[in-house]
């Protein structure tokens, strides 16, 4: 069975559905676990799919544009592998801060039955949150369609009102040297008002970001108290940020 054939039965079980599951789709089509994470990769990268931990799920155009959807997808096992160590430093009853970065919006299949109160200027992870047990809180403002967040001085004064438990939050780019930076000032300003108002603050970051400078510096690297990335960063390099006083997490 070749790739369009495997695709062609893969959108049609996903319409059936909307959560597909990888070990599911092997026996369907007859072939490997290794031929569906591939097949799901490049459907996800298509904007056709989300992928999740262990498979997939129905992208909604109306709440998710395709951009996004595609963002989400790269290094999508990677982005899983960070998630899944962060949902585990969430406890019920929390109130946890969620920016928009599409690392951040993977957790949101690992929280939907957790009872925890979330507040997010994300409109990805309300839509994917609405239905579920956790409590949503949305900070509102200017909506940046590209983002599919709301930015400006009304989310952040939104974010200041609440104290958070803890906050999680996506970055562009962080080295030993020169701290965190990111592309955008919206993005700096966001980031910052989470982590201003949180008692603890996990940034996620993919191993490929890290060592990295961005457009723009915004904090020092003793800023960052917890560091959580993926199992491809090598023992040195995490030595190095564990000596700057980081707590740095890998799965």
């Not at 262990?54 to 109306?62: I, N, Q």
């Not at 507040?119 to 590209?146: K, M, Q």
């Not at 562009?172 to 108002?197: F, R, Y």
């Amino acid at each position: 069975m070749n790739f369009q054939i495997r695709k062609q039965k893969i959108l049609e079980k996903l319409e059936q559905d909307a959560i597909l599951d990888v070990k599911e789709l092997a026996i369907l089509l007859e072939t490997s676990e290794i031929t569906v994470r591939r097949d799901l990769a490049i459907l996800a990268e298509q904007g056709l799919l989300v992928r999740t931990h262990g498979g997939a799920m129905k992208v909604s155009l109306s709440q998710m544009p395709v951009s996004f959807a595609q963002k989400s997808a790269i290094n999508a096992e990677q982005k899983d592998e960070i998630c899944k160590i962060a949902v585990s430093q969430i406890q019920a009853g929390d109130v946890v801060f969620l920016d928009c970065g599409s690392t951040v919006f993977r957790m949101c299949p690992f929280i939907r039955n957790m009872k925890i109160k979330v507040v997010t200027n994300s409109l990805p992870i309300i839509n994917e949150l609405v239905g579920s047990e956790v409590s949503l809180n949305f900070a509102g403002g200017e909506i940046d369609f590209e983002r599919q967040a709301a930015h400006g001085k009304i989310a952040i004064e939104h974010f200041q009102r609440y104290r958070a438990d803890k906050a999680f939050v996506g970055i562009d780019g962080i080295s030993l040297k020169n701290g965190l930076s990111a592309s955008s000032e919206k993005e700096a300003e966001i980031t910052m008002a989470l982590a201003q108002n949180a008692r603890e603050v996990f940034f996620l970051c993919d191993s490929g970001k890290l060592e990295k400078d961005r457009y723009l510096p915004f904090a020092p690297i003793n800023f960052v108290q917890n560091l959580i990335t993926d199992s491809s960063v090598s023992q040195e390099l995490l030595a190095e940020y564990k000596k700057a006083g980081i707590n740095a997490l890998k799965s």
